[in-house]
């Protein structure tokens, strides 16, 4: 079975849990709960699946909590922001950075927690054979990479920062071919076997190949890592959503992982927990977006 990340993390991950909230027969009827995704969770994800996870996503909502829920899937973080703002939906869920942008434009939002798969530090790695003679992203112009299916967004968009300061252009220009192996492991072997100068993968899917391929991993090397990204985050606006609904929302979320469904249909879309908004949360947020700053264009203005 192929595994999704939160590209495919964010919104499978929230299937998971809502799929384990307890007790759903004795609650009440209530109005539906509107949760709006971030686009970018979705990439490389087909279409045909995202249509297949809205019912799905609503009958869990429904099945589990006695909530009427209802999946939408926003252009991106402005977009989302914007459907928080006007209560077109009650939660949005977005990646760390992609909060921070929508943030700027939208102070008024709250995160109410965060989405962990094992770590609460989120890099980027980019990775070449331990014998390659390779010493910077510069010297990669030109080579083979591979960018996993579903690669996290920040993975994404730390490699195009990395190809503008090096060159002025976007990693498709920069590179021979940007390929997408099936999986972080794939492109990993691949790098090992010379079939690619490079992948970039992110933190948990390094530490798996290394338990995973020992032997293998000792003739890599990275090359270059990311700075410490927010993790995803399901956000709010205050007002905007009853107390009594953020606070049901909140609980079941959190108890998600004590279920032993639970926590098996989120190791398998690689969520290992919903946890409280970490201290420093909003001003990792700042810093990354003064880093990285928000795409310019129509969306953003």
């Known amino acids: 079975m192929m595994r999704l990340s939160l590209s495919a993390l964010g919104v499978l991950g929230i299937v998971a849990a809502f ?11 209530a109005a539906p709960v509107k949760i709006g995704m971030v686009q970018s969770i979705f990439t490389d994800v087909p279409p045909v699946l995202i249509n297949f996870l809205g019912p799905q996503f609503n ?3 429904k099945e589990f909590t006695g909530l009427p829920g209802h999946m939408t899937v926003g252009k991106d973080a402005y977009d989302v922001g914007q459907q928080l703002t006007d209560g077109s939906v009650q939660f949005g869920v ?3 950075i992609e909060f921070g942008w929508a943030r700027q434009k939208y102070p008024d939002l709250k995160p109410l927690m965060v989405a962990i798969y094992k770590h609460r530090n989120v890099h980027a790695h980019l990775v070449v054979r331990n014998d390659s003679e390779h010493k910077n992203v510069g010297d990669l112009k ?28 976007d990693p498709k220009a920069f590179f021979a071919k940007v390929l997408k192996p099936l999986n972080a492991e794939s492109a990993l072997d691949e790098v090992v076997g010379g079939e690619l100068a490079a992948a970039l993968v992110d933190t948990t899917s390094l530490e ?7 032997g293998c991993f000792r003739r890599l090397k990275v090359l270059k890592v990311s700075e410490n990204f927010p993790v995803a985050v399901i956000a709010y ?20 992982n004590k ?23 909003l001003d990792q947020v700042a ?15």
């Open 287 to 301: 810093n990354i977006v003064k880093l990285y700053p928000a795409p310019t264009g129509p969306a953003a203005n």
């Open 19 to 29: 799929a384990s909230f307890p007790e759903a027969s004795e609650r009440s009827p």
């Open 237 to 256: 606006k205050e007002g905007m959503v009853p107390a009594a609904v953020i606070t049901r929302f909140r609980e079941g979320m959190m108890n998600a």
């Open 94 to 96: 977005f990646h760390g």
């Open 142 to 169: 030109g080579k083979d990479i591979g960018l996993p299916l579903f690669t996290k967004e920040h993975c994404r968009i730390y490699l195009k920062r990395q190809t503008l300061e090096a060159a002025q252009c």
């Open 259 to 281: 279920s032993e469904r639970g926590r098996d249909m989120m190791n398998t879309f690689k969520i290992s927990g919903f946890e409280p908004i970490p201290a420093g949360y």
């Open 208 to 214: 798996c190949y290394q338990d995973v391929k020992p």
């Open 59 to 61: 009958s869990l909502v």
